[in-house]
Each structure stands twice: as C-alpha cells, then as structure tokens.
C-alpha cells in the first residue's frame, strides 16, 4: 500500500510564505542589478514627500531611529534574556540567530549589489551605506517575524502579529519618508527576513533536538 501525501492548508501556507517573498526579492534584485532606480520606486517616493511636514517628521524620526541598530540591538538581547530566563531556549536561539543572522545577511547583500540611496531632495536624515536592502527594514521585520514564532502557540499571537507588524510597517515607511531607501530597498529586506527567520525556525524547531 503507498502513502498518500496530501497537500494541507498548512503546508499550503508554510509554502507560500516562504516561495512569495523568495520570489518577489529575486525579481527586485534582478531589477537593482540594471543599476537603475525603478520608475515606481521614484513616483512613490515623490508622492510621499509631497505630504511632508513638521508633525511628520517627528514621527518618522521617531520611527527611523527605533529601527536603528542603537535601538535594536539592545531591544532583542533584552527580549533574549527574557526568553532564557522563562526557559524558553530554542524560542531564544530563534529570535538570536534569527535576527543576528540577518543583521549579517543585510551587509553581505549590501555589499553584493553596491546600490546608491536615493537622492531626489535634501535630505533631514543621512547615511552612507549601500541602499540595498533596507538594513532597518530588515532588522526590525526579522525581530517581529521571530517573536510571532515565538508566540505563535501562546494567547499572544495576534499581539505579536499586529502590535509587531504596525510598527515594522511604520520603521519601513520612515524610510521612504526620509528619501534614504527606494521602496524596492524596504520591501526586499522584509522578504529576505521572512526567509531567513523561516529557515531559522524549520532548522530549530524539527531538525535540532533540544
């Protein structure tokens, strides 16, 4: 008698949210790869800066600088510890290598794509890196992806997804704000997060013995 695999909606899930954003950060990258910003990135971020104003740009500020590695790096060592002393250890080791690793992932892809920022208006905020992908995009979407799996079988689930998820969105959104990433840039790094926190999990999770 053969086994009968039978496609579920989990699966369904699980697949589609690992393959979609595999999919849309390769047709973005294979776009950066021109060396030439695209056409809606630029609309976009004209339209946005047309609504700009001084209550605005406290927010944004406010938003940008949570996204920062001042902010993030203490943030998840001190959800880390919290999670060590619940006894939580893979939950721990998730949100550690998880969002470590894409930390280190943004500045290897960076350094592969060498993509030049944005320079449409002057700007209130600086950088000097790469633009490509978002490194606050990234950091802060792969510490929410990781604290939604780490929650994900507890009541606060929802908390996370949308509590986390308001606030990824609005840390992205600063960024075009800002005019210091393309669109393209935020939503690329939120891709390669929801990639990588996800292999992070599955490797964790089932494969490791803990």
């Known amino acids: 008698m053969t ?25 973005i990258a294979g776009e950066v790869l021109e060396r030439k910003p695209l056409a809606v990135d630029v609309s976009i971020l004209n339209a946005i800066h047309a609504h700009a104003n001084p209550f605005l740009d406290k927010v944004s500020l406010f938003f940008t600088t949570l996204g920062s590695a001042l902010y993030m790096i203490p943030i998840t060592i001190a959800i880390i510890s919290v999670l060590l002393y619940a006894k939580q250890r893979v ?16 500045v290897i892809i960076k350094l592969i794509f060498h993509r030049q920022r944005p320079d449409l208006w002057p700007r209130i905020v600086n950088e000097t890196s790469y633009s490509f992908p978002s490194g ?3 950091a802060s979407s792969a ?45 690329a790094g939120w891709c390669a997060s929801l990639v990588w926190v996800l292999l992070v999990v599955r490797l964790l999770r089932y494969k490791i013995k803990l």
């Open 136 to 138: 606050h995009a990234m």
């Open 143 to 187: 510490l929410v992806f990781c604290l939604i799996a780490a929650l994900w079988h507890t009541r606060y689930r929802w908390v996370a997804i949308l509590a986390g998820g308001t606030v990824m969105l609005l840390i992205g959104l600063s960024r075009l704000y800002f005019g210091v990433h393309y669109p393209s840039d935020v939503i």
């Open 91 to 106: 939950n721990a080791m998730i949100v550690a290598f998880g969002a470590g690793g894409a930390a280190v992932a943004n």
């Open 3 to 27: 086994n009968k695999f039978h496609i579920t909606p989990a699966l369904l899930l699980a697949l589609l949210l690992f393959w979609a954003p595999v999919i849309v950060f390769s047709l």
